[in-house]
C-alpha cells in the first residue's frame, strides 16, 4: 500500500454507551484465547438449555483425532430459544416487522407471541405430515414471514432445514434437493421482488421432475400473492390447509448441542456449493452472542438487515442471533431500487431502524446514483452500519460513512463465511478505531493468522493466506454427506489449521485487511497484487461505479491484470476515460499494478447473493469461455455472454 489509511478514531459518544470498551475488548479476547472453556462457558448460559452443558470446547485439528464438539453434553431447542423464553417478558414486544415489496401495503407487525403461535402450527403441521428429528426440509421461500416461520418450526421438531435461495432455478432446487435426500419442501405459489412475479412453485414443479429429487414426499404452498398454481395431489398441500387448524402450542424435541440445525449451501464464487452443515448449541450461542456484541443491541432496537434469508447472513443476523436475544428484527421483501432507488433510506425512515446491515455491492450500486436519493431522506435514527459479503471499497465506505450515515454513525465491516457460521473479524465500536476498507480485529476467542505458501507462520506485518488456529463454537461441522470434502477443503492444506480459502494483509496495527480470495491474488512478476486493492484503486476514481480485477497468462510477467470496469450512470467509455484510468492505478498503487487490459463492462458476472465470480472474469480474459466451470449460482447470465463477445471482439 502506498497510501497509509485514514482511521477514524472511535466515537466518544458511541463509547461511553458501548457494551463493549477498548479496555473491555482486550481484557475478554486475552481471557477467551487463554482459557475458553471458561469463556465460551459462561458465554453458553446466554441460552436456555433443558440440561446444561459440562463439556464446553472438544476440538482436534490433527487429521489422526479430527473432532469438533462444543457444549457437547448439552440439551436445548433453537425454537425454544429463540420463541419461548421470550414470552414472559417479551410477548408482545414486535419480533418481526415485516416490509411488503409493494410500499404501499402497510408494514406487518408480528409479536414474539404471535410468532411463537405461528411457528408451533407449522411444527405440529410438519409432525403430522410425518417429519421426524434428523429428516431434511427444504424451504424455496421469498423474504416473507412464514421463511422465518419455517425455519424455526423445522428447529422445533428437530428437522434439518436447507434454505434456498428464491432466486434459484430449477435444476438449483433439484441439485440442493438431492444432495441432502429432502423429504418436505415448503414455498410458495410466487415470489415478489421490485414489481415483478417468480413463479416459485412452478420452479419447484420443474425441479421435482428433474433426477434424484424422488426423496420429496410433501411440498407445502404458502398463498402468497394468490395467482393459480397447479397443485400435484397427493404431494402438493396448501400451507393454510394443513397449518391454521393446528394447535398454537407444540412440545420442542429435546436436542443435542451437537445434532444438526441446518445445512445451507455456499454463494458457489468459487467453484460447485458446498452443503455446509450447523449444529445447534455452538452455532446459536455463538450467533446470538456476536449479534449482541457486534452490533452493540439494546432492548430498544430496530434492528435491519438486508439479507436474504436464503444466505448465512439472514440465518445468523436476521432468524437465529436477533430472535435468541429477543430483538425487532425488520424483514424486507423488495430490493433497494423498486420503486426508486430511495427505497432503503425510506425504510429506515418508516420503521425507525437504529441498526442497519448491508452488502458493499448494494452500497455500490446505490452509490451510482448519486446522494441526492440518500439526502432527500432523514436516516435520523440509525446508530450503527455494518457490511458483510466483500471487501468493502475505501471509496464505498466513506460514502457509507458520510452520506448514508451522516458521518455520525459508526460502521461494523464484518469478516465471515457460511462456514464459520457467523461474524470473526470485525470492529467493535466502541473498542477498535475503524479504518476504511480493514474488517480490524478479531472476535473474541478468535484467532486468525497469515502463512505463506508453505505454511510457515507470519508475524507482524504480513500477507499471505488467512487460517484460523482453533476453532469457535460457530464453526462448521462437515460438509453435508461428504466428510472427506470437509477435510480436504479447509484442514489438508495447512495441517492443524483452519484454512479459509481468503488472502489478507496484516498491517503495523495488527489490523486485518482481505485482499481478495486466495485463487484470485495475481502473481505480476513475483509481486502479490490483491484483486481487491486495484478494483479500490478504480473504484476511487470519480467516474467508476464498480470494478473486477483478475489475473491472466502473460509470457513476461507470469501473470498480468485485466481489468474490467462499470461506470457510473451517466457516464460513457472513451479511449480518453482508459488512459486515464491505468494512469490513476499506476498513481494509487504503483506501476507494479498497471493493468495490462481494460474492457469495459455494462455488468459483473455475480453470484445471487451479489458477490462478483472472479473465477468466471479469469476465463474471459484468458479467452477460455469454454472453461467456465459451475455457473449455476450465476445471477444474470446475459452479463457473461456480453463479456464474452466483447472480449472475442478485440
Ligand atoms: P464459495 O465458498 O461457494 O466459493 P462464497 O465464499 O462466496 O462461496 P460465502 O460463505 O457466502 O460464500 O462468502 C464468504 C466469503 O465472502 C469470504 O470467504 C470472503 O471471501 C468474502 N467476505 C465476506 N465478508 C467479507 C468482508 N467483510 N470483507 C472481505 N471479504 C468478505
Ligand atoms: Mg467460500
Known amino acids: 500500500m502506498t497510501h497509509p489509511a485514514t482511521v477514524y478514531p472511535i466515537d466518544a459518544d458511541f463509547a461511553a454507551q458501548a457494551r463493549v470498551t477498548r479496555e473491555a475488548y482486550e481484557r475478554l479476547y486475552a481471557e477467551s484465547v487463554a482459557q475458553p472453556d471458561a ?20 476440538v482436534s485439528y490433527q487429521l489422526e483425532d479430527f473432532h469438533i464438539r462444543w457444549y457437547e453434553d448439552g440439551e436445548l431447542n433453537a425454537s425454544v430459544n429463540c420463541l419461548d423464553r421470550h414470552l414472559d417478558q417479551r410477548g408482545d414486544k414486535t419480533a418481526l416487522i415485516f416490509e411488503h415489496d409493494d410500499p404501499s401495503k402497510p408494514a406487518e407487525h408480528i409479536t414474539y407471541r404471535e410468532l411463537h403461535a405461528r411457528v408451533c402450527k407449522l411444527a405440529n403441521a410438519l409432525r403430522s405430515l410425518g417429519v421426524r428429528k434428523g429428516d431434511r426440509v427444504t424451504i424455496y421461500l421469498p423474504m416473507i414471514p412464514e421463511a422465518v416461520v419455517a425455519m424455526l418450526a423445522c428447529a422445533r421438531v428437530g428437522a434439518i432445514h436447507s434454505v434456498v435461495f428464491g432466486g434459484f432455478a430449477p435444476q438449483s432446487i433439484a441439485d440442493r434437493v438431492a444432495d441432502c435426500t429432502s423429504k ?18 412452478a420452479n419447484v414443479d420443474a425441479a421435482l421432475r428433474m433426477p434424484g429429487t424422488n426423496t420429496v414426499e410433501t411440498v407445502l404452498v404458502v398463498r402468497h400473492t394468490g395467482a393459480a398454481v397447479d397443485m400435484q395431489m397427493p404431494r402438493d398441500r396448501w400451507y393454510d390447509a394443513v397449518v391454521d387448524s393446528q394447535p398454537t402450542q407444540c412440545e420442542p424435541e429435546r436436542m443435542n448441542a451437537e445434532d444438526p440445525l441446518f445445512i445451507l449451501y455456499t454463494s458457489g464464487s468459487t467453484g460447485k456449493p458446498k452443503g455446509v452443515l450447523h449444529t445447534t448449541g455452538g452455532y446459536l450461542t455463538y450467533a446470538s452472542y456476536t449479534h449482541e456484541v457486534v452490533f452493540d443491541i439494546r432492548e430498544d432496537d430496530i434492528y ?15 432468524v437465529y442471533g436477533p430472535l435468541a436475544n429477543g430483538s425487532t428484527a425488520v424483514v424486507f421483501e423488495g430490493v433497494p431500487n423498486y420503486p426508486n432507488v430511495s427505497r432503503f433510506w425510506d425504510v429506515i425512515d418508516r420503521h425507525q431502524v437504529t441498526v442497519f446491515y448491508t452488502a458493499p455491492t448494494a452500497i455500490r450500486a446505490l452509490m451510482r446514483d448519486g446522494d441526492e436519493p440518500v439526502q432527500r431522506t432523514s436516516r435520523k435514527s440509525l446508530r450503527l ?8 471499497n475505501p471509496e464505498a465506505w466513506r460514502w457509507y460513512y458520510e452520506v448514508v450515515g451522516d458521518s455520525r454513525c459508526p460502521i461494523v465491516d464484518t469478516w465471515w463465511q457460511t462456514e464459520t457460521g457467523g461474524i470473526l473479524i470485525t470492529p467493535l465500536a466502541g473498542a477498535i478505531d475503524l479504518k476504511p476498507g480493514s474488517a480490524t480485529k478479531p472476535f473474541f476467542g478468535v484467532q486468525p493468522a497469515l502463512v505463506d505458501a508453505n505454511g510457515t507462520l507470519l508475524d507482524g506485518e504480513a500477507e499471505g493466506n488467512l487460517v484460523l488456529l482453533d476453532s469457535w463454537p460457530g464453526q462448521m461441522r462437515t460438509v453435508y454427506g461428504d466428510h472427506p470434502r470437509f477435510i480436504d477443503t479447509y484442514f489438508r492444506t495447512y495441517p492443524g489449521m483452519y484454512f479459509t480459502g481468503d488472502g489478507c494483509r496484516r498491517d503495523a496495527d495488527g489490523y486485518y485487511w482481505i485482499t481478495g480470495r486466495v485463487d484470485d491474488v495475481i502473481n505480476v512478476s513475483g509481486h502479490r497484487i490483491g484483486t481487491a486493492e486495484v478494483e479500490s484503486a478504480l473504484v476511487s476514481h470519480p467516474k467508476v461505479a464498480e470494478a473486477a480485477v483478475v489475473g491472466f497468462p502473460h509470457d513476461i510477467k507470469g501473470q498480468g491484470i485485466y481489468a474490467y470496469v462499470t461506470l457510473i450512470a451517466g457516464e460513457a467509455p472513451s479511449d480518453a476515460l482508459l488512459k486515464e484510468l491505468v494512469a490513476h492505478v499506476r498513481n494509487e498503487i504503483g506501476p507494479i499494478a498497471t493493468p495490462d487490459h481494460l474492457q469495459w463492462a455494462p455488468g459483473l458476472p455475480k453470484t445471487r447473493s451479489g458477490k462478483i465470480m472472479r473465477r468466471i472474469l479469469r476465463k474471459i480474459a484468458e479467452n477460455a469461455p469454454d472453461q467456465l466451470g459451475d455457473t449455476s449460482t450465476l445471477a444474470d447470465p446475459s452479463v457473461v455472454e456480453s463479456l464474452v463477445n466483447d472480449r472475442l471482439g478485440k
Open 39 to 58: 469463556f465460551w462457558g459462561r458465554i453458553g448460559q446466554r441460552l436456555d438449555w433443558f440440561k446444561k452443558p459440562t463439556k464446553i470446547k472438544d
Open 184 to 201: 418436505l419442501i415448503i414455498t410458495s405459489d410466487e415470489g415478489l421482488r421490485g414489481g415483478k412475479r417468480i413463479g416459485l412453485k
Open 304 to 318: 435491519w438487515c438486508t439479507a436474504d434469508v436464503g444466505w448465512v447472513t439472514g440465518h445468523s443476523y436476521i
Open 385 to 392: 452500519l455494518g457490511t458483510v459479503g466483500e471487501p468493502i
